[in-house]
């Protein structure tokens, strides 16, 4: 689902809930390395807070623990309708990912506010099949990058489309670019 490391209070949050649901499902450090195909010292670096990791592997590690990507990364004091946390920053300052919410559905149903300075570009790791994003433009210019073709999305234009695929944003505008993407299965 993503692939650049989170820079927030969220990797506390990932150390303490990894190391909460990692016991609760009865594993070892290296069983859970196993299950999830991420070292052993990954795993042991998060738990005590001295690592990044990628959203991508976040996804990869809530999947081995039989969990909700939502359940690893937020702050077990917060309600999880209204998580407000920065997942994603990009080089520029104003290039980041925010994850506003989330609500029930059959896995989880995401809401993030992105924004991408000029020229800035993010690529995914595909999600799961039956796994969808829309997306709606606030400002800028978007280009979808897929494996066989692009789709450029204006301000106040909107797209919907399978994540279960390679995929990439890319700000093809002037000035920077800002969306609404919701993610669903």
């Not at 993503?2 to 190391?19: C, E, I, K, M, Y």
């Not at 809401?111 to 606030?138: C, K, N, Q």
């Not at 280009?143 to 789709?151: H, V």
């Amino acid at each position: 689902m993503h692939n650049q490391a989170p820079r927030s209070d969220v990797l506390a949050h990932v150390g303490t809930n990894l190391r909460r649901l990692r016991k609760e499902a009865g594993l070892s450090q290296e069983a859970l390395a196993v299950a999830s195909g991420i070292s052993r010292r990954m795993i042991v670096n998060l738990e005590t807070g001295n690592a990044n990791i990628s959203l991508g592997t976040l996804d990869r590690l809530a999947e081995a623990l039989n969990t909700s990507f939502l359940k690893l990364v937020s702050n077990p004091e917060r309600e999880i309708r209204r998580l407000e946390e920065v997942m994603w920053r990009g080089v520029g300052p104003q290039s980041q990912a925010t994850l506003l919410g989330a609500a029930p559905a059959r896995h989880d149903t995401q809401l993030w506010l992105w924004s991408l300075e000029v020229g800035e570009r993010y690529t995914a790791d595909p999600d799961p099949e039956g796994w969808h994003e829309m997306i709606f433009v606030l400002q800028g210019t978007l280009r979808l990058d897929f494996d066989t073709e692009s789709q450029i999305v204006p301000a106040n234009d909107f797209t919907i489309y399978s994540s279960a695929q390679n995929y990439a944003y890319q700000n093809v505008g002037d000035g920077v670019l800002r969306f609404i993407r919701s993610v669903s299965s």
